[in-house]
């Protein structure tokens, strides 16, 4: 008679255990690059607070020509926050290195990598109102509605004034 725990059982179970001190490695995801993308800047994430800008370069010159690299700082500890913006000069060169870099180990840690979201600060997002939500017609019809209530209110101020 076998033993339950024998090769045959445990066959097609991954291993999930690792050696004292050892990490487990991190399965790669996949990214589903969109093609609707109108600038060439990615965003890399989860970095090592001592990679600077010649190391992100370095990372990203395999893939085509880097226009610029934005490392955000932490002013207060001055050091890098651990992520940064890199500019290629391609979409294409921007796309290759999303898909070889994300989930990469870089300085012992693994690298989040995708194509940056356009961001508008909130002081320049332009405020709506409910006038701007009105169609031509109903802003007609206001308007000369709030003109007739102006006639009367003037008309009842002088017809005041007089009284008195």
């Known amino acids: 008679m076998r033993n339950k725990t024998?090769?045959?059982?445990?066959?097609?179970?991954?291993?999930?255990?690792?050696k004292?001190?050892?990490?487990?490695?991190?399965?790669?995801k996949s990214i589903h690059i969109t093609d609707d993308i109108t600038?060439?800047?990615?965003?890399?994430?989860?970095?090592?607070?001592?990679?600077?800008?010649?190391?992100?370069?370095k990372l990203f010159k395999p893939f085509g020509y880097v226009v610029n690299v934005n490392l955000i700082q932490d002013e207060?500890?001055?050091?890098?926050?651990?992520?940064?913006f890199v500019e290629m000069q391609t979409i294409k060169a921007a796309k290759d290195a999303v898909k070889a870099l994300n989930g990469t180990v870089v300085d012992e840690r693994t690298i989040k990598v995708s194509i940056a979201e356009d961001r508008i600060h909130p002081?320049?997002?332009?405020?709506?109102?409910?006038?701007?939500?009105?169609?031509?017609?109903?802003?007609?019809?206001k308007l000369k509605k709030e003109k007739s209530n102006n006639k009367a209110g003037l008309h009842n101020l002088f017809n005041h004034l007089s009284n008195k």
Do not use: C, Q, W
């Not at 024998?6 to 690792?18: A, G, H, L, V, Y």
């Not at 004292?20 to 790669?28: I, L, N, R, T, V």
């Not at 405020?127 to 007609?140: F, I, M, N, R, Y």
């Open 6 to 18: 024998d090769s045959r059982t445990t066959r097609n179970r991954p291993n999930t255990f690792t």
């Open 39 to 57: 600038k060439p800047v990615v965003y890399i994430g989860n970095m090592s607070y001592k990679r600077n800008d010649f190391g992100i370069l």
């Open 20 to 28: 004292a001190g050892e990490k487990p490695s991190a399965p790669k």
């Open 76 to 84: 207060k500890l001055e050091r890098s926050k651990g992520i940064a």
């Open 123 to 141: 002081e320049h997002i332009k405020p709506v109102s409910a006038d701007d939500l009105l169609s031509k017609g109903e802003k007609k019809a």
